[in-house]
């Protein structure tokens, strides 16, 4: 009885595929590669690096066959950075401390009536088309950072997965829309044009910040904290209304 063996390129990519390093690697060069040709573009919101590298990596899975968990054992060293890097927020946030004092009072009613806004429109709306009650749970935390997000999902009963991927989407339509929005009505404060896009779509949307103006940046950076915050303490409270 004959066997017959894989193609050597074949048995390569079976090795490769197997090995943590390949996906690490893969992620960070789809990134690389995907934030040059933003920088080509002169940073044009549709050319958004986070939405190429996701579609990039995706199609790469596809083709491969790879199953997803094989490609998060080796990219899963990205997802425990997003800790330190929203820590590391604080960082522009003491630089521009006077500034930020100066704004208190406006920023705060923003973060008010923009956390209310994004989540009670997402909640009810989906409720209105017959959604399911584990659906909205994952659906509520939407505008929140991934780990804050899955967090509140996972918590209250709902599918950290799935909100997993309506952050991401959130976060990539927000970083795609923000500059053109904020263009057409006129808004050139960097402040609140950066506290827009760190409240409404979190950690991608203060990247795109960081992008376009630092102070818009750290004004993003703090928006996405505080909205973080103030989603924990009320998506448990209007769930529990709706719920009724």
């Known amino acids: 009885m004959t066997t017959t063996m894989p193609p050597p390129d074949f048995a390569l990519w079976v090795f490769l595929s197997r090995t943590p390093l390949l996906w690490l690697t893969v992620t960070l060069g789809a990134y ?25 990596i995706a199609l790469l899975l596809w083709l491969t066959g790879t199953p997803y968990q094989t490609y998060f054992e080796g990219a899963q060293f990205v997802h425990f950075l997003l800790g330190p890097a929203t820590v590391a927020l604080a960082f522009p946030l003491w630089e521009h401390r006077r500034v930020v004092l100066r704004a208190m009072l ?4 923003a973060l008010v009536v923009g956390s209310v806004v994004a989540l009670a429109s997402a909640v009810l709306v989906a409720r209105a088309f017959g959604v399911p009650h584990d ?7 939407k505008s929140v950072t991934a780990a ?5 999902s996972e918590t209250l009963g709902g599918d950290p997965a799935l909100t997993a991927v309506l952050v991401m989407l959130t976060g990539i339509l927000g970083a795609i829309i923000v500059t053109p929005l904020m263009n057409a009505f006129r808004i050139r404060d960097w402040r609140a044009r950066g506290f827009a896009a760190g409240l409404a779509s979190h950690g991608i949307g203060t990247a795109r910040a960081f992008q376009v103006h630092p102070l818009a940046g750290t ?3 703090i928006a996405m904290g505080l909205n973080a915050l103030l989603t924990a303490l009320l998506v448990p409270a209007l769930l529990g209304l709706i719920g009724q």
Do not use: Q
């Open 32 to 56: 690389a590669l995907t934030d040059r040709l933003s920088a080509l573009s002169h940073r044009n919101p549709l050319v958004n690096p986070v939405l190429l590298a996701v579609v990039a």
């Open 106 to 109: 406006p920023m705060l009613a």
């Open 135 to 141: 659906i909205l749970v994952s659906l509520a935390p």
């Open 148 to 152: 804050v997000a899955m967090g509140i």
């Open 219 to 221: 004004f993003a950076g």
